[in-house]
């Protein structure tokens, strides 16, 4: 539920605004000076602050100045002679202003218009830094009897809200799956938000998911909004959660549990509505034999189980597969249209793919660059271990080679190598960069580049 803060010195007006914002269905929050508005910000977590600016102790732009680390947005209430104030404190960050004697229905409209805009800001923000349009579409590419069947399953369940927990080797579509899921039930018009728990490092996971107030720990200068709160009414999809370590699985156990949270550094329970899809490759019954993985949480996630079988049990997709690649990267490198022949259909369907679906793309779109003319033929198919060898680091790929190679060839080199690692490494990025001896900033920077 969304929380408003009032910060007015008048008492009949602020009780008035609380009993009229609290029928709307808002929680709602109150100050009677400015002091108190910047304790009230600091400790809880609102949406929507309404702010008189003549108020005592601490004048209201200095508040609107406070509330810009706060993640809240403002609107000003105004007498009509600070009217030039007003748009003034627009200019540093308030959302509108409103003239005294207020009109609540005036009010009620500017509060909604304020939380849309909030909740397509967050949406845009997850959008840029998911990269979300590179999993489009979320068609399942499959005419595989266990496949179909898969998706069928994934489709009934998609309508209710239980918790749902993909099994699968690496590269099978865990999170292809979890999308369609997603985009096929009722919270579709909300976020869905991808963690990747494998992929960031433990001691920063934590922020990432829950958030942090300021001054949680060195370095945090402002409040944080972490991905479960992104997710409110939306989906959480928690990829390579057998990952998790056990203080981290117990705090997720809780927010299934009591739908809340609380923000590193913070006292404030945060509710949400959201509902988790969950992914591992590993075998996490044996994880739990082992005590490395939460007996009670592996139940409440796997309400709904759904196992995807691996490429090779599945081989008649392959072609299907490999003609939906094919296309995607004509377009995206800009050479073709291409055909794949009879002979690279064979050396395709003749091997394992240890990598899955993922490896697949990867061989594709390296036959797309090395094809010369309109046809893909065997030698174009080039299949490279999953397992980068210890000697391989971008840094002594010879310089000489990439001119040499121009520059798509540049691109299969690096790229490739960048790929086998994440495979590998299942996606760790500070792994990869220790095994391919480069920083982790130099790493980051490849994998945008080459749009890995």
């Not at 308030?94 to 949406?123: G, W």
């Not at 690496?170 to 963690?195: C, N, Q, W």
């Not at 057998?242 to 329970?269: C, P």
């Not at 690649?325 to 004509?330: D, L």
Request: aromatic content about 6%; overall charge positive; hydrophobic content about 40%.
């Amino acid at each position: 539920m969304d929380s408003i803060l009032i910060v007015e010195d008048k008492d009949s007006l602020r009780e008035m605004l609380i009993d009229f914002l609290k029928k709307e269905g808002f929680e709602v929050g109150s100050a009677k000076d400015g002091k108190e508005a910047i304790e009230k910000l600091r400790g809880g977590r609102f949406s929507v602050m309404l702010l008189d600016l003549k108020i005592p102790k601490v004048n209201g732009m200095q508040v609107l100045k406070e509330s810009s680390s706060e993640e809240v947005t403002t609107i000003i209430m105004t007498a009509y002679g600070t009217i030039e104030t007003a748009v003034e404190a627009m200019k540093l960050g308030a959302f509108d202003f409103i003239s005294k004697p207020v009109d609540l229905d005036h009010i009620i409209l500017l509060i909604r218009r304020a939380l849309e805009q909030k909740r397509i800001v967050r949406e845009n923000i997850l959008l840029k830094t998911e990269f979300a349009d590179r999993f489009q579409p979320t068609e399942i590419i499959s005419k595989s009897k266990s496949m179909v069947e898969v998706a069928a399953l994934a489709q009934r369940v998609a309508a209710s809200t239980s918790n749902v927990l993909i099994l699968g080797e690496s590269g099978t579509g865990k999170e292809l799956f979890a999308r369609s899921i997603h985009s096929m039930s009722p919270r579709k018009d909300y976020p869905f938000v991808p963690i990747n728990c494998a992929a960031i490092p433990k001691d920063l996971l934590e922020n990432e998911l829950f958030g942090s107030e300021r001054g949680a720990f060195t370095g945090a200068v402002r409040k944080k909004i972490g991905k479960f709160e992104f997710a409110d009414r939306g989906t959480v999809f928690l990829d390579e959660i057998g990952d998790l370590n056990l203080s981290l699985q117990a705090k997720i156990l809780r927010v299934i549990q009591e739908k809340s949270f609380e923000r590193l550094g913070g006292t404030k329970n945060i509710n949400v509505d959201l509902r988790i899809i969950a992914a591992s490759n590993k075998d996490l019954k044996a994880a739990i034999g082992k005590g490395n993985f939460r007996d009670d949480l592996y139940y409440r996630l796997s309400v709904f189980p759904i196992l995807l079988p691996p490429l090779r049990e599945r081989k008649e997709d392959i072609p299907l597969l490999a003609s939906y690649f094919i296309q995607k990267y004509t377009k995206e490198i800009k050479k073709g249209p291409f055909e794949l022949s009879d002979e690279a259909k064979k050396v395709l369907l003749s091997y394992d793919w240890p990598g899955n679906v993922r490896e697949l793309e990867n061989t594709i779109e390296r036959a797309i660059i090395l094809c010369d003319g309109r046809k893909i033929l065997s030698k174009h198919i080039v299949i490279s271990p999953v397992t980068p060898t210890p000697s391989i680091s971008l840094s002594n790929i010879p310089k000489d080679n990439l001119r040499a190679a121009g520059r798509w060839g540049a691109r299969v080199t690096e790229s490739q190598v960048i790929k086998d690692a994440l495979i590998e490494y299942r996606g760790n990025k500070t792994k990869v960069a220790k095994a391919l001896k480069v920083s982790y900033k130099t790493l980051l920077e490849k994998i945008k580049e080459y749009k890995i």
